[in-house]
């Protein structure tokens, strides 16, 4: 039985590991742009926005290539259990791959983008943007924005479970 099971899900195992692939190197590409570009949250939307159309076509490719071994129907317990495998791998891979990013291959890299957060903070605080008290409670938030590996774990299973209702 277990066999079959591991079996079954090798579509699902084989675009999530695909997917996670694309993913590691996509943010990684993005972190080689430099520190300036990690920031910008435009660049971030890009990226992301890519990586979801990407990462939506691994989870329905694992379907479909399921469903041509079925003979070309695929039941509904199986098609979502083919995409949330194929999103739940790629979930993995990219918290897995973002907690070594930050805390082996760059650990300074949070301290670095707490700099650049704060000249912004700075500079809407200055062209009037931002008022005292706001700009306050966000210069405290930016100071305390460490991620520990507790954080990555509850992170990633909240994204777990994204990931099954939009399996669903």
Known sequence: MPN????SFEPAMRFGGLGGLFTMGGIYTYYLMGVEAFSNPSYGLILFGVLFLVNTGMAVGAGLLRKGELGGSLPFREAVGQTFVTLGIIVVCYHAFYFILLNVIDPTLVDKL???????LREMKESGELKKETFKQRKEMAETSQLSFSDFFWLTLVFLVLSFLYSL
């Open 114 to 120: 707490t700099d650049i957060r704060m000249d912004q």
């Open 4 to 7: 079959n099971i591991s079996k």
